[in-house]
Structures are given as structure tokens and as C-alpha cells.
């Protein structure tokens, strides 16, 4: 994949808070619920339910949201294609992680199993 800066950039400023009801609607609308979308977002990022409210309400960026994350140890088993990319792919750190929370909700939106979802070894 041939990242660009102002793709990277768009992604680091992007609020969690303006991306979070897409995904809500996204997985509702395919008959999931808002719970499993919080366990996909906890596994992958380690924010209970809770901290993502406090997120939202403090409108943090992308940046800022993964920079305080703790990444799942398993997050690099996340592969396939999404809005176009390959994953596993990414150069740009930030990028490859907003991703995988894309593919995470994609799975989850499509009916996978929240257990094939949260990847184990």
C-alpha cells in the first residue's frame, strides 16, 4: 500500500466521537448490538465501556486515541482488505491501527462471530 501524508494526517485529526455513531449504525443496522461493538473496540484497544463514553466525550482525535490505547498483542492478526487497503499492509502506525478497528466492525457488521473476531493464536 502507498501511504500518503494527507491520508495519514486526515486519520491523526479525526475525532473518535464523529466516527463512533457510524459505527453504531453500521452494526445495528446489521442486527448486532451496541455491546459487541464495545467488546470489538475493548479487545482491540483495552477501553471498557466507560472509558470510551469519557473518550467521546472529550472529542479526542484518532491520534490521541490510540496513542493511550493498549493494543491487543494479537491486533497484527488482523488481515484482509478494508476501504480499499490491506492491513497488514500499513506503513504508518496510526493508520494501520484505525484500520484494523474498521476491519474489526466490518467483520462484526457482516455477522462473524465475536469469538473468530477477537483473534487468538
Given at each position: 500500500?502507498?501511504?500518503?501524508?494527507?491520508?495519514?494526517?486526515?486519520?491523526?485529526?479525526?475525532?473518535?466521537?464523529?466516527?463512533?455513531?457510524?459505527?453504531?449504525?453500521?452494526?445495528?443496522?446489521?442486527?448486532?448490538?451496541?455491546?459487541?461493538?464495545?467488546?470489538?473496540?475493548?479487545?482491540?484497544?483495552?477501553?471498557?465501556?466507560?472509558?470510551?463514553?469519557?473518550?467521546?466525550?472529550?472529542?479526542?482525535?484518532?491520534?490521541?486515541?490510540?496513542?493511550?490505547?493498549?493494543?491487543?498483542?494479537?491486533?497484527?492478526?488482523?488481515?484482509?482488505?478494508?476501504?480499499?487497503?490491506?492491513?497488514?499492509?500499513i506503513q504508518n502506525t496510526l493508520t494501520q491501527q484505525a484500520r484494523y478497528l474498521d476491519k474489526l466492525i466490518d467483520e462484526l457488521a457482516k455477522g462473524r462471530k465475536v469469538?473468530?473476531?477477537?483473534?487468538?493464536?
Amino acid at each position: 500500500m502507498t501511504d500518503t501524508n494527507h491520508h495519514d494526517e486526515r486519520i491523526a485529526k479525526m475525532t473518535f466521537a464523529s466516527i463512533y455513531p457510524h459505527y453504531v449504525t453500521k452494526v445495528e443496522k446489521k442486527g448486532r448490538t451496541i455491546e459487541e461493538l464495545h467488546q470489538v473496540i475493548e479487545w482491540l484497544t483495552g477501553y471498557d465501556e466507560q472509558k470510551i463514553q469519557e473518550l467521546i466525550e472529550q472529542k479526542v482525535t484518532f491520534e490521541t486515541f490510540f496513542k493511550h490505547a493498549t493494543l491487543n498483542p494479537n491486533a497484527h492478526l488482523i488481515k484482509g482488505v478494508i476501504c480499499g487497503y490491506r492491513v497488514e499492509e500499513i506503513q504508518n502506525t496510526l493508520t494501520q491501527q484505525a484500520r484494523y478497528l474498521d476491519k474489526l466492525i466490518d467483520e462484526l457488521a457482516k455477522g462473524r462471530k465475536v469469538e473468530k473476531i477477537l483473534r487468538t493464536p
